[in-house]
């Protein structure tokens, strides 16, 4: 998933605790539909960031493009889903009780949650996209290795790549005649 896993879980048993209400059914429905809307905010700018690093961008600024051109969705339907569920917090109606554990993990859950997925989704997404400049680099160096090509009159020539910034350079070099010359018996 695109959130840290203690923002998906923590936010919502507190809630629950800090209002000493029992996990029930009602609060796992909740759980459920702030899954869902929390996800599909970091997908908005995930998705929104890879498209601009296709066209070019870093990884650092398509991330923050991302962020401040999706913000306004994030922030509708994000606002829209709270407010819809302060009345069921707040326990109003016949049988208002019991479907208050529903609302208090709405509220509290968006509340913490839009936190994080506005800040800590951008950082991982940076860490994220240096962990994979990194893997690459060193998949690119493994995959360099001596080649061996054999020349005239059976010596045997050996091209080493090295690759160092941008530039790769590729130089052929033969190996040295034997130091000590062969006795033949005979």
Known sequence: MTTPVCS???????T??????DLNIYAFVGMIMLVGIV???AIMQIDFA???ERGGKKPEE?????CLIRFRPIMMTTMAALLGAVPIALGYGAGGEARQPLGLVV???????????????PVFYTYMAQLQTWMRSRQRAASLRPAT?????????T??????????TVRQVHPERDAHPSTSSG
């Open 8 to 14: 998906k879980r923590c936010d919502r048993f507190v």
């Open 16 to 21: 629950l605790m800090l209002f000493r209400m």
């Open 39 to 41: 996800e599909k905010n």
């Open 50 to 52: 890879l498209d601009a």
């Open 62 to 66: 398509a991330i923050y493009e991302g």
């Open 107 to 121: 509220v509290g859950g968006l509340l913490f949650s839009q936190l994080v997925t506005l800040y800590l989704t």
């Open 149 to 157: 090509l054999n020349g005239r009159a059976g010596h045997a020539a």
């Open 159 to 168: 091209l080493v790549l090295s690759l160092s910034k941008d530039e790769l």
